[in-house]
């Protein structure tokens, strides 16, 4: 029954990874194919323009080259002299002949040039032409017989005609007429008639690349013409609809079309014109020229099915060495753990992740939860436990100095003093022992600095004063700030700054809000001052020797008040040495409590 199991499996994978390789191979392939035959066509029409254009260059070349042969001629002032002379002589005649001979001979179309006439159609005819010995003779009682012979408007390869002095079996003509013009007026007093062979199109055509059983027409002013070979015929041609074929061409003046013609039959058309002279060349390109063929698609097809089954076939073997057998040999262990064994098989290890992957990701996922939790419960505690130290890190600190000055007081002096020192101590130990609540008001914090006050006046004999300036706004009073902000700032002002010069000075405090609507608490002192690298130091907390305790005080209140508010608000110290130093206290106003946080992020109530 388990051979049974893990033969189905076997087949299963083996037949999935088949099935989804033929259909992704499959699938592949024709939409490849498909880009591909879309491409295919899409070069073969743009391939078709650019030699439609190449060839309608070279014709247009020919075309304005004789066209300007007869402007030139029409201008010519010999010519205009010839035709208003009454009675022109022999030699004046044969000069504009030879001209005419001249400038005919000079054109690289030349041989395309049926007829080249100057004539007033009176009494003046000049002829040069390429095929007189084909023509009829041509004079002035049958030259009436010429289309356009007469017309008296300049006319460029505006039509196609078939010359009725040449054989029936010649090519047809093209025609272009330019009047001679009487000097600076508009009468006509003659025409030149110039006539070139339509084969000038053929010629150009003949090399042209037709694809697959292609058509080329030419549509002219005298019909629809195809190119049969190396010679133009009458096309039979009919075209019964059009519509815009998809493929858009390179040039404006190219037009890409797909066409029905009258029997039906389906064409791709890629015209051009030629110039503007009234001549287009169209390529019919049949269907089976656009698409590569549809037996191709099968024979991709039948290429990625072999390949797709031998794949299968490969995958299948790898699969079972690399998948299957590891699963039994899992298979086996799981039933040996069932059966009571719980010793350690080297064997599996190099497969033992493919049981475990599940179990160890989970395993994992708890792990990492309970390790974040456990962090962000260890990072609040480390942060309360930080404020608390800051903060009873002053009580040993400052109780060993009001200790100090009782002592020294009772030395020096039995005075009643003693008992206002051991009254106003007293009521700092209070405020000491209610150290669990980390914010007071202001007016507690002004109370607690007056009894330390009261404490080193004593001390100092009246040497020392310190100078509260008046509150005119009591809402500042009521601003919470750390307990025991002030008091260290003060004892560093008197041990720190007045005694190292004497023991004689003074400390003023103020209180203002200033624009940006904080509370701003000033203390300044007359004492000795501090340096740059002093001042950097406290705030760095890197104090050493014999400044370690002023820098620990300022350093710890400036620390809580930054835990209690946020970084924009602490302490900014200015001093210049010999003279002050001035401490100024930033808090935000908040006379309510609402703004004011505990250190663990919870509001003050």
Known sequence: MDGTK???IRVRITGITVL??????????????????????????????FNLQQAAHLMQQDLVELNSLAGQLALNQELTAYLLTDEPTGRQSLDVFEQMTAMANASRSYTYLQRFIATDSESRLLQVSSSLTQSVPLNLYNLSSLPGINSTEESVWAQTFHDPFIADTAPDSLLTVHPVYLPRTTQAIGTVYLTASVQLIADRLASYDLINGGMVLVRTSGGLWRLDGTHLVPADVEIASE???????????TTILDVTTGDGASYTAVSCHV??????????????????RQSLLWYMIGCVVLLALTMGIILFLYLNRLILKPVSALRARIGRIAGGDFSHDPTIEWDSELGDVGRGVNRLSRDVQTLMSKRLDDEKQRQSLEYKMLQNQMNPHFIYNTLNSIKWMATIQGAPGIAEMTTAFARLLKSVSKGNRPLNTLREEFALLND???????????????????????RL?????????????????????????GGVGSVWLHIHQDIDGDVIIAMQDDGVGMTADEIAAVFRGDAQGSSKYRQIGVYNVHRRIQYAFGPKYGLSIYS??????????????????DSAQQPDGKETV
């Open 477 to 501: 009073c009521e601003c919470l700030i750390p307990s025991f902000s002030l008091q260290p700032l003060a004892e560093n002002a008197i041990f720190h700054g007045i005694e190292p010069k």
């Open 20 to 49: 989804f390789t033929l259909v992704l191979s499959i699938g592949f392939s024709s939409v490849s194919f498909y880009f591909f035959r879309s491409y295919a066509r899409s070069s073969v029409l743009l391939a078709a323009e």
């Open 452 to 474: 330390y006050c009261t404490i080193q006046q004593y001390r100092y004999g009246g040497a020392i004063t310190i100078e509260i300036a008046d509150i005119s706004d009591e």
């Open 6 to 8: 893990r033969h189905g």
């Open 275 to 292: 110039g503007t002279f009234g001549v287009t060349l169209t390529h019919l390109l049949p269907p089976g020229s656009l698409f590569a």
């Open 576 to 593: 210049k040495p010999g003279q002050y130093t001035r401490v100024e206290i930033r808090i935000p106003l908040q006379p309510d409590g």
């Open 243 to 253: 519509a815009v074929d998809p493929v858009v061409p390179r040039e404006a003046s």
